[in-house]
C-alpha cells in the first residue's frame, strides 16, 4: 500500500484483540496492512487475503474464514455485496487511520459509509472529498461539510425529490450508461463514478461534460474521463449563481454567504 498503517498502541490491550489467537491476531494485523486500500476496504476472497497476507506460509483457508467470521461478529469488519463482488470494509479504519493523503477506492462503499480522499489528480490539482469530516459510518455520507452547491434549507430537505440531482451510486451509474451507452468497465469506472457522487455535480454537469468529450472527439468509454469535464461544467454553472447568498452551518452557527 502507498499509504502507511496505524496500528495503534492501545490494540495490545484492546478486549477484541486479546481474546483472539496469536493466528487470529497476526491475520487482523495482516488484512490492515496487506489487504486494505486507502479507505480501508478489501476483496472478501480467502485465497487472495491468504496470498497477501501469508504469501509462503501453509495457512488453510478454513481458518482464514473462520477468523473472519469472528472479525464480522464481533462488529470489527462488515462484509457485503457490490457490483457482483463480495467485499469487506473494517469498520474503525477512520477511528485509527490519519493519513495525510488517501486515494478512492476502486470499490463501492458499504450503505451509508463515509470515504474521504485526498490525492493528486491531473495537472498536479488536488481532488478531495469529505476530507474534513470524520469517516465511516456518519450522518450525511456524500456530502462535504461545506455544501458547494448554492442551496437554501428548503433545497436540502427536498433533494430526495429532485430530479436533477443523485442521490446514490446506482444513479450516477444507471445515468450515465443511458447518457454514454457504454457500461462501466473496471475498478476506474468505479472510481470514476464515486468522484461524480462525491463532489455534488448534478445530470445536467454530466451531460455537459459528455457533450464536450463528444464534440473533442474523445472516447467517452472510460468513465474516468468524464470525471474533469464534470467538474469543469458544474464550476461553470456554480459561477453563474455568484452574488445569490446562502446560509451555511459551521460549528452550529448559521453564516450567510455568497457564491465565489
Same mark, same amino acid.
Given at each position: ?7 495503534n ?7 477484541f ?7 487470529e ?20 476472497n ?25 472479525y ?19 469498520v ?37 472529498s ?5 469517516? &465511516?459510518?456518519? =450522518? ?5 461539510? @461545506? ?6 434549507e428548503? $433545497? #436540502?430537505? +427536498? ?26 468497465? &473496471?475498478?476506474? =469506472? ?5 468522484? @461524480? ?7 445536467? $454537469? #454530466?451531460? +455537459? ?17 468524464l ?11 456554480l ?22
Open positions: 500500500m502507498a499509504n502507511k498503517r496505524m496500528i498502541g492501545e490494540t495490545w490491550e484492546d478486549e484483540f486479546t481474546e483472539l489467537t496469536i493466528f491476531r497476526l491475520l487482523w494485523i495482516g488484512i490492515i496492512t496487506q489487504c486494505a486500500d486507502d479507505q480501508g476496504r478489501f476483496r472478501d480467502v485465497a487472495l487475503i491468504r496470498s497477501n497476507v501469508f504469501p509462503i506460509d501453509d495457512i488453510r483457508l478454513e481458518d482464514i474464514e473462520q477468523a473472519l467470521t469472528q464480522s461478529k464481533a462488529g470489527k469488519i462488515v462484509r457485503y455485496k457490490a457490483d457482483n463482488k463480495h467485499l469487506i470494509q473494517i474503525n479504519w477512520w477511528k485509527h487511520q490519519k493519513p495525510r493523503w488517501a486515494s478512492a477506492s476502486n470499490y463501492p462503499a458499504p450503505e451509508k459509509w463515509t470515504d474521504r480522499f485526498r490525492y493528486h489528480g491531473e495537472g498536479n490539482s488536488i481532488l478531495e469529505n476530507w474534513k469530516l470524520s469517516g &465511516g459510518y456518519i =450522518a450525511d455520507s456524500i456530502v462535504d461539510s @461545506i455544501p458547494c452547491e448554492d442551496e437554501s428548503d $433545497d #436540502v430537505k +427536498d433533494d430526495v425529490k429532485d430530479e436533477s440531482k443523485f442521490s446514490n451510486f446506482d444513479d450516477v451509474q444507471i445515468f450515465i450508461e443511458k447518457t454514454t451507452g457504454f457500461p462501466p468497465n &473496471g475498478g476506474e =469506472a468505479v472510481k470514476a463514478i464515486n468522484e @461524480i457522487l462525491n463532489m455534488r455535480a448534478i445530470k445536467e $454537469d #454530466v451531460t +455537459d461534460a459528455y457533450k464536450w468529450l463528444c464534440d473533442n472527439g474523445v472516447n467517452v468509454r472510460y468513465y474516468q474521463k470525471v474533469n469535464p464534470t467538474r469543469t461544467s458544474m464550476a461553470n454553472r459561477k453563474q449563481s455568484s452574488g445569490k447568498k446562502r446560509t451555511i452551518k459551521i460549528d452550529g452557527q448559521e453564516i450567510e454567504v455568497g457564491m465565489p
